[in-house]
């Protein structure tokens, strides 16, 4: 079983950036970030392989945001940069026992407790 866990979210102005962070209790594969606001289903972010040779984003983040992970360190991270209101929502990472990267959430067996974000305009 592996353990998920989130930090990196606050309160941001629109225009400014924030950098999650995700640490893992053990070794992953592919991993990936979501977020779901209030009454919204979950969405996918980005995602990455477990070299970090491929990786995925959402067309609504594409150019602002970065996903990368450190494998020495079990973290992957989310650079989010020129953040808009609608960014604003509960941030999860996951992750999955296999090294194809998707965008499908029900692909990902590892949740985090989710963190934060909210941008004001």
């Known amino acids: 079983q592996v353990q998920l866990v989130e930090s990196g979210g606050g309160l941001v102005q629109a225009g400014g950036s924030l950098r999650l962070s995700c640490t893992a209790s053990?070794?992953?594969?592919?991993m990936g970030w979501f977020r779901q606001a209030p009454g919204k289903e979950r969405d996918f972010v980005a995602a990455i392989s477990w070299t970090g040779a491929s990786t995925k984003y959402a067309d609504s983040v594409k150019g602002r945001f970065t996903i990368s992970r450190d494998n020495a360190k079990n973290t992957m991270y989310l650079q989010m940069n020129s953040l808009k209101p609608e960014d604003t929502a509960v941030y999860y990472c996951?992750?999955?026992?296999?090294?194809?990267?998707?965008?499908?959430?029900?692909?990902?067996?590892?949740w985090g407790q989710g963190t934060q974000v909210t941008v004001s305009s």
């Open positions: 996951a992750a999955r026992p296999d090294v194809v990267v998707t965008t499908t959430p029900a692909a990902y067996e590892y």
């Open positions: 053990g070794r992953t594969f592919s």
